[in-house]
């Protein structure tokens, strides 16, 4: 067999699922570090196997892709690959438990087995997959996490059924399940562009996304950060290869509804939540427009967001668990008590507000050239201004957390070294990106067009935003901190807040109506042979009954559909 053929007879993905049971029956120390290692190998085995290598099985009589190399494939997966293995290695480090790492790692091998896949109907189970081991992920946390879990479990489930339903007209039309050929224009594409846009966060389907990475333990945010949205880009260049105006439209206004948002927000983890709409913005327009360098920039941006965005949910994460404090109100002079901590918070700033040297300047240059490329210049205007409150919200948050001055001192217990570890891992790639763009630009589809990101236009244009972002957080800081902490989304979008809520309240209701019901069915059976009832374990029941019902409920809603 050919090193191509030994590589490619196995899924990378199954690694994940082989690391998730080293995990489970191993001692913690033990199955973290082969976890690591484990998903860790995926990235030079995604790098080495050839470009066009496939896998195909036929087992429902027509053939399915479950492993497909490719240039939109490829850097995407490696990417997953670095960043799951940084993911189980922050767990270890603030005290994640062997089933939330068990979970997570399913959900992010869902995650790349949807990227790999060589077909929609294969993309479409780990589509699934990934919402509900999302769903898991978030509800492990329990207590304020539980109504997030249900409340991403209903809005993904509608966005799963649009996708379904929009794969089935498109096989109805194509006769195949396979990308080659693009997807079948008019109701379809309406179809699969609303499903998709749930996981993108478009404005109006966005509800799910501020509360559930915000709410759930410290490195489940960081793993859901990384994860879903960016599957949902990658798909979104799958769906709309040759472009389109209305998702270039959506994307504007999600980069300037999110950092609107972002720039209101206390909680660390909502902050950072809001500005993943945003962010992700970026990359929708890019592939919105439809042109090589758009897509270049578009998964440039992924890159780089994956990885300083990631970095920041652990910079919140490490102030949490050391300090025991989420509010930036509550927060100050960390700079002096966590100095590592504060340094790569400032290279994961200065990469987020696009300062040169670093990934962000290289990633956002090139999606705003695009744009301008293709005569858009509202849609420029859109990206700059979304640029000037995103570096006025990073002002902000490095201001109340590390430098301003507090009366009283806070106790920040000790980082260990795993801590301090996957922090500066991290923080790594957001610099070389930034000093050897030609390299990383190389990696993925698309082309550049000779872009050079440190030409004095480039440079003027971004020291122009950061210049004025400074100025607004300088003439802003008072007013911004007299803003009550309110959930702006209910003031500047009822309407989705109130489905959010009614949603999310009626699945736990019927998640417990479900579970009381299998307790007393459980309880009859442990009587029959003989179990004392009283000694089950009553909180595995109300999960397993919630579970089922949440898997119901899905099968309920795709039959009808």
């Known amino acids: 067999m050919t090193d191509a053929t030994v590589l490619s007879a196995v899924p990378p993905w199954v690694v994940y699922l082989v690391a998730a049971v080293a995990v489970s029956v191993l001692p913690r120390r033990l199955g973290t570090g082969l976890a690591v290692g484990l998903v860790g190998a995926t990235v030079p085995w995604v790098l080495t196997v050839p470009a066009g290598t496939t896998l195909a099985v036929t087992p429902f009589g027509f053939e399915q892709v479950l492993f497909r190399v490719d240039g939109l494939t490829r850097p995407v997966a490696a990417l997953f690959g670095f960043v799951a293995a940084v993911n189980v290695l922050y767990g270890y480090a603030t005290d994640a438990d062997a089933r939330q790492t068990v979970y997570a790692l399913t959900y992010m091998g869902a995650g790349v087995a949807a990227v790999l896949a060589g077909d929609w109907l294969t993309l479409l189970v780990a589509w699934e997959l990934l919402a509900v081991t999302a769903t898991v992920l978030v509800w492990h946390h329990g207590g304020s996490a539980v109504r997030p879990a249900f409340r991403y479990a209903v809005y993904h489930l509608v966005g799963g059924t649009l996708l379904v339903a929009a794969v089935a007209l498109h096989y109805a039309a194509a006769g195949t399940f396979h990308y080659d050929g693009g997807f079948t224009a008019g109701l379809p594409t309406a179809l699969a562009l609303a499903g998709v846009g749930v996981n993108l966060g478009f404005v109006g389907l966005h509800a799910w996304l501020p509360d559930t ?183 902000k948050f490095g201001y109340y957390a590390f430098v301003r001055r507090t009366s009283e001192p806070r106790r920040v217990a000790p980082a260990s070294p795993a801590l301090s570890l996957s922090l500066v891992v991290v923080a790594i790639p957001s610099v070389a990106f930034g000093v050897f763009p030609a390299t990383f630009l190389g990696a993925f589809a698309g082309d550049p067009g000779g872009f050079a990101p440190y030409a004095t236009s480039e440079l003027t244009k971004a020291l122009a935003v950061v210049a004025v972002g400074v100025v607004a957080f300088a003439a802003l800081r008072r007013p911004l901190g007299r803003v009550p902490v309110v959930d702006v989304d209910r003031v500047l979008h009822p309407l989705a807040a109130r489905v959010a809520i009614g949603t999310s309240a009626f699945a736990v209701r019927v998640g417990v109506t479900v579970a009381l019901a299998r307790s007393r069915v459980v309880g009859r059976l442990e009587s029959a042979v003989g179990r004392d009832p009283e000694t089950a374990d009553t909180a595995l029941h109300a999960a397993i009954g919630a579970l089922v019902a949440t898997v119901a409920l899905a099968l309920v809603v795709a039959a009808l559909a």
């Open 213 to 395: 990475y915000a709410r759930p333990h410290v490195a489940a945010s960081v793993v859901l950060a990384a994860f879903t949205t960016k599957v949902a880009v990658y798909t979104l260049a799958r769906l709309a290869p040759d472009g389109n105006a209305l998702v270039a439209w959506m994307g504007g206004a999600m980069v300037l509804y999110g950092v609107t948002q972002a720039v209101l927000q206390t909680d660390m983890r909502r902050l950072l939540s809001y500005h993943i709409m945003s962010q992700v913005g970026y990359m929708t327009v890019a592939i919105g427009i439809g042109t090589a360098a758009g897509v270049t920039g578009a998964f440039a941006h992924l890159t780089a967001n994956v990885l300083y965005k990631g970095l920041l949910f652990m910079i919140a994460g490490a102030i949490i668990v050391r300090t025991g404090e989420a509010s930036l109100k509550r927060l100050g002079g960390l700079a002096s008590t966590m100095p590592l901590t504060f340094v790569t918070f400032l290279v994961a700033a200065l990469a987020i507000t696009g300062v040169p040297g670093f990934s962000g300047f290289v990633s956002k240059g090139l999606v705003t050239k695009a744009v301008e490329g293709a005569g858009g210049d509202l849609l420029w205007w859109a990206l700059v201004v979304g640029g000037v409150g995103t570096v006025l919200s990073f002002v």
